[in-house]
Structures are given as structure tokens and as C-alpha cells.
């Protein structure tokens, strides 16, 4: 009697995690389609039908079908993660690293429909292989040795290695920017453009490796990290639209691999992103907003991201001023990231999803308008 509740409950769970899926597919599409009815009065320049909804629904088709060959192959050659949070025992054995299907698709989409001729789209995308490797290395060093991956110091000194080299590859190379200057960040009036100089490279090194972080962070519920990626992406498509266009493809499809990976990543998970993906989808969002300059934006569609990488920070940092001071830790959250502290609190693993998703939709129109209204 007990187990057969116990199967209804879980069934139902999983229904909920269907349904967030579709509601996110249902806006996205919604979204992208509308963007392409008016990308003329954006862009101000004829582009090609269905400009962000191909390369988008491409990725999508291409990840859910290839997801279904993936996903029994990663089980045979016993790529699991190692899940550590006892509320998650059911996930023990789960494959991991879904990142080096779904991610390497998202990329090929958008060189293939620019024909590989964007720098800023081959430029972005380099940046996001580069994450994608750092996350490689952490997963099978989890793997193969049992361990927790690379140490943080070392994975932390690699990210910051590949933003320096970002920001000198954005430095020496001729893309498109924002009123054809480079080191412009455009911000909403009354602040208007904003030059920063020699400070730009140190803004984009530190974005890609924030993001980077926020993203793994946020990686630790079924489709929560693929889903607002995915609507993050969507976001970005529409701001870096009147500034380069390509850059919008990459983006759209980059969405588009996000949400095809839900098809085997929403509640209850059959595979892991792990830092494969959750490393390379944040290192790709900052190059998008590197390479036009909109951090802003950035900052607003990526706003669960963020408050996911507060909730670390906030948590560490009070936790060790209140035991330097009061020789005994405080704190703030039940548990960082913030997901875990909502999970504490009873709050179901679906619901905490399916309310991200809606804050986050809500978030990329914010962050679109104050993107077009500042290009």
C-alpha cells in the first residue's frame, strides 16, 4: 500500500516536471516568434524568415532525438554522478556529463546556419568549448576518482585564464560593436553609453567566470539550470539583435539545445548536465553580452542565476565573519545554494522549478526592453 502511494506521488511529481517543460517550449516559441514579426523594426534591415525560430527548433529536434542514443550509452559506459545530498538518494546512478552532447549540437546549429562565417559567433563559441573542457576535466576527475572534482582553486585559476584570453581575443579583433566602439557598454537612459576603457577586459573576464558560476550553482535540481538557461538565452537573442545579429542565432540556438535537453533532464532527470554543460551555458551567455557590450541585460535575464551565487556568498561570508566574532558559525540560508534552502523548507522539487521558470520569463522581457531601449 505504501509503495503504490509512493509511485502515485512520484508519478505526479513527474507530470508537474512535463508540464513545466511545455509551458517553457509553449513561451519560447511565442516569444522567438514574435521577435521574428518585428526583427525589422529592430534591426532596421531585412533578415531571413523565421530568423530565430530555425535555429532554435533545429536544436531542439537535433538534442531531444540524439538525448534518446546518449542516454543509454552514458549508462553503459557508467558515466553516474556522484549525489552527495541525501534528500537526492533516489538520483544516485543517474549518468552525468550531458553537457558533451547537447552543447556541442547547440554550437554546430549556429555555425552552420551563418555558414561558419561569424567571427563573433566562432569567437563565442571557442569561449564556451573552453568552459565546456574546465567542466570535462571536474566531471571525470568526480567520476574516475570518486572524488569532488578538481579543486576549487585550480578550476577557478583555469576560468580566469580563459576570461583573460576572451578579453584579448575581443581586444585584438575587429567584431561588431555597439556605435562601433569598442569598450561601450550601453545602459538605460539617463546613463546612456558608458566607455570603460582598459576596464572592459577586467568586466568580461570577471562576467565569464560569475556566470560560469552562477549557472553550476543553479545546477542542482531536475531541468532547474537547463530551463533558465534556456529562457536566459532567449533573452539575450533579442537584446544583442540590433547589434549583431549572428551573435542572436547563436543564442536562439543555444535556447534550443537547452530546451531538447530537457527532454531527458526534467523531473525525474534521466541524465546530468553536470559542469560540462552547466560551465559551457554560462561562459557562452557572458561571451554573448562580452562581445556587445550588454551586461545589463545580462545581469537582469540571468537574475536567478545571480540570486543563486548570492545565496552562496551571503551564506560563506556570514557563516565565517559570525565565527571569527562569535566562535560560532551562523547561518543564514538552511542550505546554499538557494534551491536547497527552499527544498528544506518542503517546498516540492517541481514547484521550486516551475516558479523559476515563470520569474525568469517575466525577467527576459525586463531585460529585453531595457536592452532595445539602450541599443
Given at each position: 500500500?505504501?509503495?503504490?502511494v ?19 517550449m509553449?513561451?519560447?516559441?511565442f ?20 530568423h ?121 579583433t ?12 550601453p545602459?538605460p537612459?539617463?546613463l ?72 531527458q ?47 552562496v ?16 558559525g ?29 520569474i ?16
Amino acid at each position: 500500500m505504501l509503495t503504490w502511494v509512493f509511485l502515485e506521488h512520484s508519478a505526479c511529481r513527474t507530470i508537474h516536471g512535463f508540464w513545466n517543460n511545455v509551458g517553457l517550449m509553449l513561451f519560447s516559441i511565442f516569444v522567438l516568434l514574435l521577435v521574428d514579426q518585428c526583427a525589422w523594426r529592430i534591426v532596421r534591415l531585412p533578415l531571413a524568415p523565421f530568423h530565430l525560430m530555425r535555429p532554435f527548433l533545429i536544436s531542439v529536434v537535433s538534442v531531444s532525438c540524439v538525448g534518446y542514443i546518449c542516454v543509454p550509452l552514458f549508462r553503459m559506459f557508467k558515466l553516474r554522478s556522484i549525489v552527495r545530498n541525501r534528500r537526492h538518494s533516489s538520483k544516485r546512478g543517474t549518468p552525468t556529463m550531458g553537457g558533451l552532447y547537447f552543447v556541442p549540437i547547440g554550437l554546430l546549429v549556429a555555425e552552420a546556419v551563418l555558414h561558419f562565417s561569424s567571427i563573433e559567433v566562432s569567437g563565442a563559441a571557442a569561449a564556451t568549448l573552453a568552459f565546456a573542457a574546465i567542466g570535462l576535466l571536474d566531471d571525470f576527475m568526480g567520476i574516475g576518482y570518486k572524488k569532488d572534482g578538481l579543486p576549487v582553486w585550480i578550476r577557478v585559476l583555469l576560468e580566469i585564464a580563459i576570461g583573460a584570453w576572451f578579453s584579448y581575443w575581443l581586444w585584438t579583433t575587429k567584431i561588431s560593436t555597439p556605435y562601433n566602439m569598442k569598450t561601450v557598454v550601453p545602459l538605460p537612459a539617463p546613463l546612456g553609453r558608458v566607455c570603460l576603457g582598459k576596464l572592459y577586459p577586467v568586466l568580461t573576464s570577471f562576467c565569464l567566470v560569475s556566470m560560469a558560476n552562477g549557472v553550476n550553482f543553479t545546477d542542482g535540481l531536475d531541468g532547474l539550470a537547463a530551463g533558465t538557461a534556456a529562457l536566459a538565452f532567449i533573452g539575450m537573442s533579442i537584446v544583442v539583435l540590433p547589434i549583431c545579429s549572428d551573435l542572436s542565432i547563436f543564442g536562439a540556438s543555444m535556447a534550443g539545445a537547452c530546451v531538447g535537453f530537457l527532454f531527458q533532464n526534467q523531473y525525474k532527470a534521466s541524465i546530468f548536465m553536470g559542469d560540462t554543460g552547466s560551465l559551457a551555458l554560462g561562459g557562452a551567455l557572458a561571451a554573448m553580452a562580452s562581445c556587445t557590450g550588454m551586461f545589463f541585460p545580462l545581469f537582469i535575464s540571468s537574475g536567478i542565476f545571480v540570486l543563486e551565487a548570492l545565496s552562496v556568498i551571503i551564506q560563506v561570508f556570514v557563516f565565517q565573519a559570525a565565527k571569527l566574532f562569535r566562535r560560532r558559525g551562523y547561518m543564514v540560508f538552511r542550505m546554499a545554494p538557494f534551491h536547497h534552502h527552499l527544498e528544506l523548507c518542503g517546498v516540492k522539487e517541481p514547484v521550486i522549478v516551475g516558479v523559476a521558470y515563470l520569474i525568469a520569463s517575466v525577467l527576459i522581457l525586463c531585460a529585453a526592453y531595457v536592452g532595445l531601449s539602450s541599443a
